[in-house]
């Protein structure tokens, strides 16, 4: 049974309706489910599906391949083996033609696309052919093709500037479970976790399906995150460096800005990560930084500065996130570590940025809270260093409405109800005076909260808070 994912199926059913041949891409991060995806929905429709092997000769690649396509065309292994892509696209054309009186769509499948391409391969222009000469002309065909690599997908397929240029008729970048889909994913497997537990959980996993079908029943969340991290053999234990391997060639430098953001949870500059990193300037930085940003490990937020000459960068992975903070360097197979880890000094700020990542992810649930979904915005960040006259000060969230209202937004994570001090409200009242008095905004601007359990409504609340969005919001279905 496939949970959630209500976009993405309505736009595959739709493509069994189409009148014409369908070029589908479908890409996304590591473990997100791209493949049980198509294989499930899909599953009537596909004729042949094939899989490409990470770190394989073309010449395997090929043999694998053309065995795949003799056992779906129930053909023994006596024919010639393909010496080039050339040929084994050549020979399933032959095959689809075999399908041209079939009645309804069929599916041709294959994943793991990047891994393919091989340098003088030329997989690249065997597909091309494929599609411009013959596939494109099957009124019957959905071809579809996933990838992991959602950087090569993007370059290579959805900008190609060659013979696929404009060729993808349908893209979807599939992204990992949202709260509600999370919620129902548990449910389904009648793992009984509350809101505020199943964030815990998700500030490790990211909403992951492959890292949450891990959890088993009858587990605490504390259990469940040393089976996942921290035992001997656990799933999530030495992930973090194959995930980036698997992913990125050379992912040295990958690695590397993910551990200097890691440690910055403000965010940092385009010229901050250049001078934090050993990354040789030009190309090789600037490709780096788009191959995280497409996999979805980093996030840009723009400033609302518009004399800023940068957006500010943050981690997006909440496994990278939790690996480094905790992960690395400590003791595995040692009981109750996570027990112990989480009544550390270091928790509370991991689990104040993680929990800004997860509203930073669920812009869409803040908006209906909030009553504006039907109104423009835009999110940024802002930040101003200080000077002599006002000290140095961020906004992590900043929500610009284009019905005159900014929203300074502040995530608060905690086990029960927030209660606003007299310190800090006041410098909450001074972040909102500095934000007016540099940016010289016209609009009115009010502090909004962000909190897991609904916070305590004292003087102080009444006195700053505009408005409020709890937990309740993040799991809010359809959004």
């Known amino acids: 049974m496939i949970i959630g994912r209500q976009k993405e199926k309505e736009i595959l059913d739709r493509l069994l309706k189409s009148p014409q041949a369908e070029f589908v891409t479908i890409y996304g991060r590591r473990r997100v489910g791209k493949t049980f995806l198509i294989r499930e929905h899909y599953s009537k429709n596909i004729v042949f599906d094939f899989t490409g092997s990470m770190d394989t000769s073309t010449s395997i690649q090929l043999y694998n391949f053309y065995n795949e396509l003799n056992r779906v065309n129930q053909k023994d292994n006596t024919g010639k083996l393909p010496n080039n892509w050339s040929e084994a696209f050549k020979l399933l054309t032959d095959f689809l033609y075999s399908f041209k009186k079939h009645k309804g769509k069929i599916v041709v499948f294959i994943d793991e696309l990047p891994w393919l391409d091989k340098p003088k391969s030329g997989f690249l222009q065997a597909l091309q052919y494929f599609w411009n ?79 949450l079908n891990f959890i088993k029943n009858g587990k605490s969340v504390q259990q469940a995150i040393d089976e996942l991290c921290f035992e001997e053999g656990g799933l999530l234990t030495n992930e973090f460096k194959p995930l980036y391997q698997s992913l990125f060639k050379n992912a040295d430098y990958h690695i590397e800005i993910i551990r200097v953001l890691a440690k910055h949870h403000n965010g940092l500059s385009r010229k901050q990560l250049l001078e934090k990193t050993n990354i040789p300037k030009g190309g090789t930085f600037s490709r780096v930084i788009d191959h995280l940003l497409d996999c979805g490990f ?26 480094l903070k905790f992960i690395e360097g400590n003791i595995v197979s040692r009981k109750n570590t996570w027990q112990s880890l989480a009544n550390s000094a270091n928790f509370a700020s991991w689990s104040g940025y993680a929990f800004e990542i997860i509203w930073l992810n669920h812009q869409e649930n803040i908006h209906a809270s909030l009553g504006i979904s039907g109104v423009y915005t835009k999110v940024n960040s802002w930040r101003f260093a200080g000077n002599d006259e006002i000290a140095g000060v961020q ?85």
């Open 395 to 479: 906004v992590d969230l900043v929500i610009e409405r284009n019905d005159g209202i900014i929203h300074l937004c502040e995530a608060k994570f905690t086990n029960s109800e927030y209660t606003l001090a007299k310190e800090y409200t006041g410098k909450l009242r001074q972040k909102r005076a500095a934000f007016e008095y540099i940016t010289k905004t016209k609009k009115s601007v009010v502090t909004t909260l962000l909190t897991t359990y609904p916070a305590n409504r004292n003087s102080y609340y009444n006195e700053e808070i505009h408005s409020e969005v709890s937990m309740d919001a993040l799991f809010h279905k359809g959004i």
């Open 298 to 323: 980093m996030k840009a937020l723009p400033s609302i500065d518009k004399k800023a000459k940068d957006s500010t960068f943050k981690i997006n992975d909440f496994y990278s996130l939790f690996y």
């Open 133 to 211: 000469q013959h596939g494109s002309k099957m009124k019957n065909l959905i071809f579809v093709t996933c990838g992991s690599a959602a950087s090569w997908i993007i370059q290579k397929l959805l900008k190609s500037k060659g013979g696929l240029y404009n060729r993808v008729t349908q893209r979807i970048e599939l992204k990992p479970f949202s709260l509600s889909e999370t919620e129902a994913f548990f449910a389904y497997k009648n793992l009984k976790f509350t809101q505020y537990q199943i964030i815990q959980l998700y500030m490790v996993t990211g909403g992951i399906p492959f890292y």
